[in-house]
Nanobody, 116 residues
Framework: QVQLVESGGGLVQAGGSLRLSCAASGSRFTIDTMGWYRQAPGKQRDLVAAITRGGSTNYADSVKGRFVISRDNAKNTVYLQMNYLKPEDTAVYYC??????????WGQGTQVTVSS
């Protein structure tokens, strides 16, 4: 199974920016899709953004135009640049990776808090 280590969460004021990083290691197979999910208290975990190895991206409607996902295949690292943050973006953000056998791996989560 892939090990995912996240970094970059924290506290920011509304309108500010944060950049999340997630480094993958230990995979026996090529990692295809990497992405970010988030879970607010009392809510389900939802997709924020995902990117394939070839660079195709997918965003939740709520973050389009504000967040940008990117990845470095050589480093097996995915990034999430979050701009114009809103209080409703507050959540625990989880990194996700899907390998060539369609096995999902998850990071431990990083807290993002946006104050109004």
């Amino acid at each position: 199974q892939v090990q995912l280590v996240e970094s970059g969460g924290g506290l920011v004021q509304a309108g500010g920016s944060l950049r999340l990083s997630c480094a993958a290691s230990g995979s026996r197979f090529t990692i295809d899709t990497m992405g970010w999910y988030r879970q607010a208290p009392g809510k389900q975990r939802d997709l924020v953004a995902a990117i394939t190895r070839g660079g195709s991206t997918n965003y939740a409607d709520s973050v389009k135009g504000r967040f940008v996902i990117s990845r470095d295949n050589a480093k097996n690292t995915v990034y999430l640049q979050m701009n114009y943050l809103k209080p409703e973006d507050t959540a625990v953000y989880y990194c996700n990776a899907v390998d060539a056998l369609l096995i999902n791996s998850w990071g431990q989560g990083t807290q993002v808090t946006v104050s109004s």
